[in-house]
């Protein structure tokens, strides 16, 4: 992974695919690491330049605080430069997708947004479901993973077991977790009829963090949004990665062709 540091931290991504290509950079949701986009970047990897980063406070990406939305966008910013990529189309989830609408407001590079399991106000996330997906000590996780996924996509496959061990070695922990959780809860979108681009919400029919009708409300409020309903919980974009990929590659050929 190419490593840079930015403000003293230390920032770590994974860049794939075509250079001559249409750019991608996949942002995670609070406390995840690059293990969540296992499914969906290798998809994209082919006919994209891919970037999936380390936010900081995972995986190997460390430093001090704060842990704010302002500065996951700028640190986005110095990945993105570092990477050599003009303008972005970002795929974020959550906390990721926050950063996302941030970056958009503030830096000139992003030409599309997608945004998974997303609010524009931190005021519509429930703390108690965020906790319980994020406990305190990672011999928790296992349990945690009854928020993500379906009690029919644990039963039916084997990668609970996996998912737990990826947390565990990946994941955000103590500081760095409780500064996502804040700078997560504490989001306001500002106005949303400043942000033209196009945008697509994805949202978990079932999600318990962020009810589905927040997805909704914030497609409404964008200029060019619009909204997808997808079956299944928070993590909705691992249990149905195909459906998901699909719906995401189909909007960013429709904004690459429409710009041609």
Known sequence: MPTITVKGATLRYERSGPADRPAVAFLPDVGFGPWVWGWQAPEFAGSYRTVVQAARGTDGSKGPGPYTIDRFAAELEAILTDAGIRRVHLVGAGLGGMVALRYAREYGRARSLSLLGVAASGDRIDRAALSALHPADPAGFEGSLSVAFTDRFLTETDLGERITAWRRKEDATGEALS?????ALGFEAGALYELSLPV????????????????????AELPNGRFEAVEGKRCCYIEHAAAVADAIDGFIDEVVTSKA
């Not at 500064?179 to 700078?183: K, Q, V």
């Not at 919400?201 to 914030?218: F, Q, T």
């Open 179 to 183: 500064g996502h959780r804040e700078a």
């Open 200 to 219: 697509l919400v994805c949202h978990g029919v079932d999600d318990p963090i962020v009810p589905p009708a927040a997805g909704e409300e914030l497609a």
